[in-house]
């Protein structure tokens, strides 16, 4: 039974729209038995893409209330599921994907074996094409690096993502932290990730994080900035998050730096260039470049431009103005969705998942109402 239960619960995974892809090893059912008992993973299959309260759920279960509003916290506060609470109003709990979910929920409970298995799933569960279409994180430009004269969108600029943030909190990077711990990381700051919203909620209440106010978000992103790392918000316009990465530890990065060309990749409205006749081979933006899109050649500046994610890192820094960031053509541009609800849903269409998706839920309410019918 149980080895039959974590394979319906890695379909039902892979048929949320960030994907749990089989492989042959079957790493994919190592992972879902490190981190679900078999009773947690059977209770994870009756809850579907919409926040749900605890009868609803109940009635689809051989659970009374309490005992399933008992797991149901537990296995949110585990980071298996997601919670949302609102002011005066029963919390609601509905399935949450892999990546970006789960996974990052365990900042504060890895170990070596779960860290091997993700390195050993990352190939499989990063497919290139889909994030080509639908990315779950795009790439944004450090204030500093902005022409004054270059017109950028609000939700193009990492701090006026964050002044339009009323609820923000800080956490350690999880791979910068994985990393680490397998003997691999790097020096650069570890608490870096801003998340913003009810997410925020979750992550103080579950103590995977702190809460901070404008002020220190801003800070944090000027110690990332100096520190050399990449500016990734969620992919939507009202981005919930901001990831502070680095290309020796970040899942994405590290990925995204196998490809040949990362530009066709990543979802970015900018582009670096290069004055190779203005540059004094000081070196720095060698040092900052996170996709070694940068090299000297005869002592001169030459930038590989299928490389460049255009985070602006090497402009910030280049004290002779030799690297500037412009604007990609507006055929290059990258649509940015509205809200999170809206990117998952591309991300599940580009995957195939939407019926899926939807006749999932329809089952599941039909089972609440039948359930409810019955008692």
Request: aromatic content about 6%.
């Amino acid at each position: 039974m149980a080895k039959d239960i974590y394979k319906k619960l890695a379909k039902h995974l892979d048929n949320l729209p960030g994907g749990f892809p089989s492989t042959k090893s079957g790493v994919e059912l190592r992972i879902l038995r490190r981190l679900f008992t078999p009773e947690e993973a059977d209770l994870a299959l009756k809850l579907t893409v919409l926040p749900e309260e605890v009868e609803a759920i109940s009635r689809r279960t051989k659970l009374d209330s309490d005992e399933t509003a008992k797991r149901l916290e537990e296995m949110a506060r585990k980071g298996l599921i997601y919670r949302i609470e609102s002011e005066g109003k029963p919390p609601k709990y509905m399935t949450l994907q892999y990546v970006i979910g789960i996974w990052e929920f365990h900042v504060n409970d890895l170990d070596p074996e779960l860290i091997n298995d993700m390195d050993e799933y990352l190939p499989t569960l990063f497919d290139f094409e889909t994030w080509k279409k639908a990315p779950q994180l795009r790439t944004i430009p450090v204030d500093q690096s902005i022409p004054v004269e270059l017109e950028v969108m609000p939700y193009e600029k990492a701090e006026e993502l964050v002044k339009a943030k009323e609820k923000i909190a800080v956490a350690p990077c999880i791979c910068r932290r994985e990393r680490s711990m397998v003997g691999e990381g790097c020096d650069k700051p570890l608490e870096s990730c801003l998340i913003f919203g009810r997410g925020a909620d979750y992550y103080v209440q579950n103590g995977l994080g702190r809460s901070i106010n404008q002020k220190e978000a801003l800070e944090i992103l000027k110690e990332a900035d100096n520190a050399g790392l990449v500016f990734q918000p969620g992919n939507a316009q009202q981005a919930g998050n901001i990831c502070c990465c680095c290309g020796c530890c970040c899942g994405v990065l590290r990925t995204i730096k196998r490809h040949p060309q990362p530009t066709s990749i990543v979802s970015s409205a900018f582009v670096a260039v290069a004055d190779s006749s203005q540059c004094d081979s000081c070196g720095t933006c060698l040092e900052r470049c996170q996709m070694e899109a940068l090299s000297l050649d005869d002592e001169k500046v030459i930038h590989n431009i299928d490389r460049c994610i255009g985070c602006g890192l090497c402009v910030s820094t280049c004290p002779t103005g030799a690297l500037t960031l412009e604007r990609k053509p507006e055929s290059e541009q990258p649509k940015v969705p509205k809200n999170w609800r809206e990117a998952l849903y591309n991300l599940a269409k580009e995957r195939g998942k939407i019926g899926v998706l939807s006749r999932s839920v329809i089952k599941a309410k039909s089972k609440s109402a039948r359930f409810s019918t019955s008692k």
